[in-house]
């Protein structure tokens, strides 16, 4: 236990510590697989590269000045850096962005329904809904001179290269201070920048039909990404290197995109997978916070497997099941039918606001003992996917 709960921490040390922010495409992530890479050949395993090319935001600054007011604002990720003014135009809801005949020179307001929560990037390969295509087809007809998104939601409301106008998005307290018609002026700096990465993945084990046990390696510009997802990425290297995951049917995949606008490692890992060979997959991102205990919610999963789960959380001490969430790497393989174990920590929804993809999500917030415990607990959790699904026949699902 000591000696994994030392190599979990030494592999924070430098995804966190030394490498910190490392968005894929970026130097910073380049770094990253470069060290993941060489941890894992040094262990006796065959990493396999999947290359990419990606953009990548490197942040600016930014400021809104109206009625002679000047308000510090974050620039939304990937906004081309613009300085920019423009008359108010405040809209609500879609329809009445749909209803606009031109917006040319004037800086739109969302607010409300058009500013709920983050709108779906042209970009992102897994989902597309109708009202987000709808509203960013308006957004691109309209090529207003800037736009402010008023919201609390946790994440920007825009983070999208293929929008071409200046955006930021500010809170609601700041909102109520902007008036249709009112004269805005918005400066954001920042820039995007073409770059190229790979996917990391090893085979462990023999045999074709295999278990996925996956990653995601890469975070936002904005955060150091401790608990998302450096912590999952450090339990992973110390269970490979020291050996804990031989003789499992395994394929470890270190994602590199979970949290980028294009998932531009799960593609390139997808395109060279064939997934009627995965049995069922197991996901980590968001462990080991300190207080927390740690959930385990299973996708897509047969019975008796899922009652072998159940029985196999209640088991475990500092496990709790929870309700199944199509996010993250999971969600490539559930949506596709194919058994998934999602890991993270207890309520994860209710601390994103505060700690993912921010400057907050350091070393301190994370337990190295809670860390080493799930590394310890996740070879039998792997033990019983093994046994109950890669003997099984394969699965159907619509590639
Ligand atoms: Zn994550």
Redesign the pocket.
Known sequence: MSEVRERIGQHLQVLVQDIGARPPGSPANRQATAYVEQILTTAGHRPVAAPFTTRWWEPGEGHLEVGGVRVGVAPNPYSPAGDVRGRAVLLRRLDQLEALATATGAVLVLTDELASGQLLPAAFPFLDLPEHRRTRDALHRLAPAAVVAVSDHWEPILEDPDLPFPSTTIPTELGRDLHPGDELHLVVSGAVHPGDGVNLSARIGDGDRRLVLCA?LD?KVTTP?AF??AA?VAVLLALAELGHLDGLPVELVLFNG??HIDACGEVAWLAATDLDQVAGACNL??IGLAGRRTSLAALACPEPVASELAAWVARHDGWVAAEPWIE?DHAIFAMRGIPAVAITTEDVHALLGGL?HTADDTLEVLDRDLLARIAADLPSLLTLLATSLTTAAPNHHDG
Do not use: F, M, V
């Open positions: 995601h975070s990404g998302d997802n999952s979970e949290d991102d968001g993250s993912a």
